[in-house]
């Protein structure tokens, strides 16, 4: 589909500059030297992938074991695109490209894949520039984009000389990030310079972020943080199984983050959001009923639901916060207690930005129709995954998707 090597039009191969030091601009700068470009990737950070080591924090989840077609599903309207990009560069191809550097990694038991646990997320970082500094990429820190410089020039500040100066690359690949965790870099600012040039951009949103509740000050107090294991959460006719923590704001973990698109939805038409939790999604609704039949006059509610269901405190506590003292459909709050959200969390502690630049503003390749040579990859884009290995393989296959697109195109420049 795309050609592996890179045209030669003299002794000095074409220029590609890569601006944002995440893991959409890295691999398309890695793509690129090895197809035999030069490669110059600008960061406005003191070092790249910043983002990508928050992101290994809470357990490196690299991507995911599914096949290209069940994991493109995770990406929403953008599922149809997102099975090309997954298949040009799909969960296997990251896993090995990983090996290459000298990071093996497995599917763990839930289908995420992570390295195995004597690597680090540093340790894959420093192997990856590693390999970057052997195929001659240069890697510019504390380098700030300023924005365009007539057809295909960029202009840009050295923070630590002051000096500003205007490049002009054969290609660029914008890989900026986008609107969440801004301590990172990814601060979404440069959508400004999009704009200029006439490309609209979506506004930032929080994506894979917890969930506001307005617990009671009783909630509050004798609960604090507590989680819920082995539930099922539904919004919108979409269901997610996984682990849930109260906190004293509302709802965090996995399948909150993955309902944040509906819940989102939801929110947007002006009214709070409902979720439905169910505490026990393995247990078929003739057996609740067959267990609920069995309660005996005078026991309590909480010594009942430990015996019968296995459901412990916090559970008791929360049935009472939200269906009463007495619940009057038992079988409905085990099964799909009901749960209003009234707001999300802010964008700067989400873990991921929806808004950015539109599909439609680019074309199969990823590159502006409004600005010839130029590609956009990673979150910029307005696309959105769950947490689980979808959203750095999004990145990744981004990356080598503009990287395959630039060769293309300088070839049919």
Not at 43 to 65: C, D, I, P, S, Y
Not at 157 to 179: D, I, Q, R, S
Not at 206 to 216: H, I, K, Q
Request: charge should be neutral; proline fraction near 8%; charged fraction near 15%.
């Amino acid at each position: 589909m795309f050609p592996t090597a890179a045209p030669t039009t003299g002794p000095t191969p074409p220029l590609v500059a890569v601006v944002g030091g995440g893991p959409a601009g890295l691999l398309a700068a890695q793509r690129l030297a090895e197809a035999g470009f030069r490669v110059r990737v600008f960061e406005q950070k003191a070092t790249v992938g910043r983002k990508f080591l928050v992101a290994g924090h809470g357990g490196f989840n690299l991507t995911n074991g599914e096949g290209v077609g069940p994991m493109a599903a995770h990406y929403g309207a953008q599922a149809a695109f997102f099975g090309k990009l997954l298949a040009h560069f799909s969960p296997t191809d990251l896993r090995s490209w990983a090996a290459d550097l000298g990071i093996a990694t497995f599917v763990g038991s839930s289908g995420r894949v992570f390295p195995e646990s004597q690597h680090k997320p540093a340790d894959l970082l420093r192997a990856w520039l590693r390999r970057l500094r052997e195929l001659g990429v240069e890697v510019h820190t504390r380098h700030r984009w300023l924005g365009f410089a007539g057809a295909s020039g960029l202009r840009f500040l050295a923070e630590t000389t002051g000096e500003n100066f205007t490049l002009t690359p054969a290609a660029t690949v914008l890989a900026l990030g986008g609107a969440s965790w801004p301590q990172t870099g990814s601060d979404g600012h440069w959508t400004q310079f999009l704009q200029e040039i006439g490309v609209p951009c979506q506004p930032w949103q929080p994506a894979n972020c917890g969930a506001e509740v307005a617990w009671s000050a009783f909630f509050k107090e004798k609960v604090g943080r507590a989680p819920l294991k082995n539930i099922a959460l539904s919004c919108g006719g979409h269901t997610v199984r996984g682990e849930i923590l109260l906190t004293d704001y509302g709802l965090e973990g996995t399948p909150v983050y993955a309902l944040t698109p509906q819940v989102r939805a939801a929110l947007a038409a002006g009214s709070p959001a409902q979720l439905h939790l169910n505490l026990k999604p393995d247990l078929p609704p003739a057996e609740v009923a067959r267990r609920l039949a069995q309660r005996r006059a005078g026991t309590s509610l909480p010594a009942f639901l430990g015996s019968m269901f296995s459901l412990r405190p916090p559970v008791p506590t929360l049935l009472r916060e939200l269906a009463g003292p007495t619940p009057s459909d038992l079988a409905e709050a085990i099964t799909a207690l009901p749960i209003t959200v009234v707001g999300l969390r802010p964008l700067a502690e989400a873990i991921s930005s929806a808004g950015g630049v539109p599909f439609a503003e680019v074309d199969e390749y990823l590159m502006l129709h409004r600005r010839p040579g130029t590609f956009v990859a990673g979150e910029m884009l307005d696309w959105e995954a769950p947490t689980g290995g979808y959203l750095l393989q999004g990145c990744f296959s981004t990356g080598a998707w503009v990287a395959a697109g630039v060769a293309r195109w300088q070839q049919g420049a």
